[in-house]
Nanobody, 126 residues
Framework: QVQLVESGGGLVQAGGSLRLSCAAS????????LGWFRQVPGKQRECVAA????????YYADSVKGRFTISRDNAKNTVYLQMNSLKLWDTAAYYC???????????????????WGQGTQVTVSS
């Protein structure tokens, strides 16, 4: 098991940027594939970005391609989500998630993940 704690959410104007961080406990961080998900009330949680254990493979939802960047620092046990050109519909609770997986790949469905953070709210205003 790994404990995950997100930070960096907040209120930002449309067009602005935020960087989310997710710090993990434990000494096996590099063995986990990681993902960032978001959820708005009444809708399913969706994966916006994911990254493999090595960091060499990444996934982005079409809605964020070219605007969001996922990265990880295994030495700091942290995964990041850089969000640029934020839009009103990016408003959501953002969660990081971790999974051991079976290969050095990314995973982009919530069922793949067994470890979740508590979430951080991102609100984009006009």
């Amino acid at each position: 098991q790994v404990q995950l704690v997100e930070s960096g959410g907040g209120l930002v104007q449309a067009g602005g940027s935020l960087r989310l961080s997710c710090a993990a406990s434990g000494r096996t961080f590099s063995t986990y594939a990681l993902g960032w998900f978001r959820q708005v009330p009444g809708k399913q949680r969706e994966c916006v970005a994911a990254i493999s254990r090595s960091g060499g493979k990444t996934y982005y939802a079409d809605s964020v391609k070219g605007r969001f960047t996922i990265s990880r620092d295994n030495a700091k046990n942290t995964v990041y989500l850089q969000m640029n050109s934020l839009k009103l519909w990016d408003t959501a609770a953002y969660y990081c998630a971790a999974t051991r997986g079976g290969t050095d790949s990314y995973y982009h469905t919530s069922l793949d993940y067994g470890n979740w953070g508590q979430g951080t709210q991102v609100t984009v205003s006009s």
